[in-house]
């Protein structure tokens, strides 16, 4: 399968896995949009995280229980969480991912 993030997780393509565990991992994003920018990568290959809901609930909590100790682990006061689902909306890697963004404030409504 041709799916940068299915490599980073096989070890084939290098990245600082900040979390890995039996359901995902976690990463700095290669072109950060914050002073924190993570991506949190469910272990099982799914397009987004309306996929991800249907298939494996469980794995979509697991995403954000990761995104709140990364939070406290790096001391953020407050972080923004996004998927991006769909090339009209931004995706450019269809494996689900969640970013999780902190360390500036952030406008709303979103760019
Ligand atoms: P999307 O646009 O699909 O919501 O997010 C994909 C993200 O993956 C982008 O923010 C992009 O910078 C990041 N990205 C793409 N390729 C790599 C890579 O090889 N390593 C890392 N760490 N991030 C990547």
């Avoid at 490599?7 to 890995?20: C, F, S, Y």
């Avoid at 993570?38 to 099982?44: C, D, F, H, N, S």
């Avoid at 090339?87 to 979103?110: C, D, I, K, M, T």
Wanted: negative net charge; hydrophobic residues 45%; contains cysteine.
């Amino acid at each position: 399968m041709n799916c940068i993030f299915c490599k980073i997780i096989a070890g084939e393509i290098p990245a600082n896995l900040l979390v890995d565990n039996n359901d995902l991992v976690a990463f700095p994003d290669l072109n950060p949009q914050a002073p924190t920018h993570i991506l949190i990568v469910p272990k099982r290959h799914v397009e987004n995280a309306a996929e991800l809901a249907e298939v494996q609930p469980s794995a979509l909590a697991e995403l954000f229980k990761a995104a709140k100790k990364l939070s406290v682990d790096l001391n953020l006061p407050g972080y923004r969480t996004v998927f991006n689902t769909g090339e009209a909306a931004g995706q450019s890697v269809f494996n689900a991912h969640l970013h999780l963004l902190g360390g500036r404030a952030f406008g709303w409504p979103p760019g």
